[in-house]
């Protein structure tokens, strides 16, 4: 077995079984095809569109289940309404991270039901579609845990966390490019989601519009499904989880932190953004424009990552994207918490909005660079899966944070606690980051680009 340091740049070209012809490939890739490069950027870019769109969007939610309007649709309980560390959950579940926590189980085992991811995506198909349309029916906040939440996040999570995965081995050269262009879809989805959510929960209310959702669901997603590609083919690939030994590797171990620290933060202010533009003072509208504000920015910023990336280092960008964030929301969101100024706000939102989608263009290529592609998959697998609790339990803690009374009386010092959670997180992630460097550094010597 190789050694967990191995670099991907090590591994040659005869490290893989040629199940296709080269045939000019996009990025690089012996025994890949433009037509196959094609349909699985397609694949991805769709499902980043709805998926990463939903999620991106849900403060729109967030904010609508804490209304009066959704309690006179039926939807939810006046009772449920102040719990916002249950609300916010349906985000945490619906967001896909129930997947990623048995990532560690799976994904080592992709490319032996290779055959079959298509399949598999369907059936993530069946459950978003079946999800929302079930949630339409729903009376209280329990009831839309199961549904938006439980059964939309099995749906989602099979698709963002399958087929990003896959993604990266397609492209050699420009992997950051690939899927930074990917999720630059995902955020013209939150842009166009943020924007009509609102519109379209006012004309025809909550029921309807959790079932149109069900309906582009199937469209998005079965498309997407359809254009599916399997992992790809190599002689030497480990099928099983990584054991207890991969914490010998001190790279593997900081890594772990770092994706279990990034997915706990990277949703709150998204989350809870409308009802804290809300607490400082606008109407419904202008926080959903607000929060569309992150998607506007998100959108290049994605794709000049990705960019960047390829040219700059994975891990360099990574590493200032993170600080970036960490920066940012303690010296620009905090002291609008507490000055209650709109200009920091909407200020802390544009930088937001340029590097929380780092994370997710970059990180799946960190670490295919640090494991290679023998231990890709399994050591993955087990990264995935704490980045999925990460993803399950960030934003409920920090709904439990904020000051539990109505949102009406809510004021953006009630945030206070959540903003110094999410800060301080992130600066621990930093310096993990720095740590991964410095290993990398110490092992093969300094390069800039890394």
């Not at 509208?285 to 040219?311: E, H, Q």
Request: proline letters at 3%.
């Amino acid at each position: 077995m190789a050694v967990s340091g191995t670099r991907r740049n090590s591994s040659s070209a005869s490290d893989y079984k040629e199940d296709h012809a080269d045939a000019g490939e996009l990025g690089g890739t012996h025994g890949v095809t433009k037509a196959q490069q094609i349909k699985l950027v397609l694949a991805c870019a769709l499902q980043a569109f709805w998926v990463v769109g939903i999620n991106q969007s849900f403060g729109i939610f967030q904010a609508h289940y804490g209304s009066e309007k959704a309690f006179h649709d039926g939807i939810i309980r006046h009772e449920d309404q102040m719990q916002r560390a249950a609300i916010a959950t349906i985000q945490s579940l619906g967001n896909g991270g129930i997947v990623a926590v048995f990532a560690m189980f799976f994904f080592p085992r992709l490319p032996l039901i290779r055959k079959h991811i298509r399949t598999l995506c369907y059936g993530g198909a069946v459950f978003t579609t079946l999800g929302f349309a079930l949630a339409a029916t729903c009376t209280n906040v329990w009831f839309l845990l199961l549904t938006q939440g439980l059964l939309v996040g099995i749906g989602n999570g099979v698709f963002f966390h399958v087929l990003s995965t896959i993604l990266p081995e397609y492209f050699s050269k420009n992997a950051g490019l690939a899927q930074g262009a990917c999720l630059a879809c995902g955020g013209l989805g939150g842009l166009a989601l943020s924007l009509s959510l609102p519109e379209v929960l006012e004309a025809v209310g909550s029921r309807w519009t959790l079932g149109i959702l069900s309906v582009l669901s199937a469209f998005f997603l079965g498309i997407s499904s359809s254009l599916a590609q399997p992992p790809r083919k190599c002689q030497d690939r480990r099928t099983k989880p990584a054991g207890w030994g991969a914490f010998k590797n001190p790279t593997f171990t900081l890594l772990l932190i770092v994706n279990l620290v990034n997915p706990l933060t990277v949703a709150i202010p998204t989350t809870f953004g409308p009802e804290f533009s809300k607490a400082l003072g606008y109407n419904v509208r202008m926080a959903s424009v607000i929060l569309a504000l992150v998607s506007v920015m998100g959108i290049p910023s994605r794709l000049l990552t990705g960019y960047a990336a390829d040219r700059l280092g994975h891990n360099n960008v990574l590493f200032v994207a993170t600080l970036t964030y960490a920066l940012s929301t303690l010296v620009m969101w905090l002291p609008a918490a507490h000055a209650n100024s709109k200009a920091l706000w909407v200020a802390y939102n544009v930088v937001y909005g340029c590097v929380f989608g780092v994370f997710n263009t970059v990180m799946n290529s960190v670490q295919q660079g640090h494991f290679g592609d023998e231990l890709y998959y399994s050591y993955n697998g087990a990264l995935a899966s704490i980045r999925g609790v990460g993803y399950l339990v960030g934003v409920p803690i920090a709904g439990a944070l904020v000051a539990r009374i109505e949102d009406a009386n809510l004021h953006g010092t009630d945030f206070t606690k959540a903003i110094v959670y999410t800060g301080t997180l992130l600066m621990a992630s930093v310096f993990c980051l720095a740590g991964v460097r410095w290993l990398d550094n110490r092992k093969n010597g300094w390069k800039w680009v890394t």
